[in-house]
């Protein structure tokens, strides 16, 4: 009897397709590898620890269990996985990872050494990518690290208000005023006073 495996994962590989029993009597599987590359392989080779890739780099760079490998990841999820939460926010729009980027290595290159330096700073928990352009593409010309805070002052969902030559998000004008968020909100958005009046203490 065939032992069914597919969907079942095992390491970087999910086993998709039953192919065929040779004259070992020993199966042969259809799998995917997280690196997006399809391989046949025997099953007693897929539940091999030492094989559960299709033999690509993304073992051999040893990060899959770091958080960083795991932004990477999730930055391309965001992309091109049409049936996560809020895909039109990224992917929906038409916002993609650059060529080089589809490449852990590469990312890892452009990126590594300034997550490491705000992980220092701000934590690792605190330490998102960030696109500086909230309508342009995750490339390095375009991405930083940011703690959430940064981050969601450049979500497409904050408005900034100009003034003064400056142009900030109402939190920002909140601390900078020393004015109540809630109270100077209220004001510019609920009664839309005049920003002149809106910024008096």
Known sequence: MIK???GKKFGML???????????FRSWWLCL????????????HI?????????????KHGMIKTRFYRI??????????PKIPKFSRWGGRGIIVCKSWHDFRNFKKDMYMSYQAHVKQFGEKNTQIDR?????NYSKKNCRWATFK????NSSNVRFIK???????????????NINYGTLYTRIRIYNWPIQKAFIK
């Open 4 to 6: 069914n495996i597919k």
């Open 14 to 24: 999910t086993a998709i397709k039953y192919l065929e029993t040779d004259a070992n």
């Open 33 to 44: 590898c997280i690196c997006g590359k399809k391989k046949v392989m025997r099953l007693d």
């Open 47 to 59: 539940q091999s620890k030492n094989k559960s890739s299709c033999g690509c780099a993304y073992k």
């Open 72 to 81: 990477w990841r999730h930055m391309k999820t965001r992309c091109y996985n």
């Open 132 to 136: 500086i352009d909230n309508n342009g």
């Open 150 to 153: 940064q981050q969601a002052n």
């Open 163 to 177: 003034f003064n030559n400056k142009r900030l998000s109402i939190s920002e004008w909140s601390r900078r005023l």
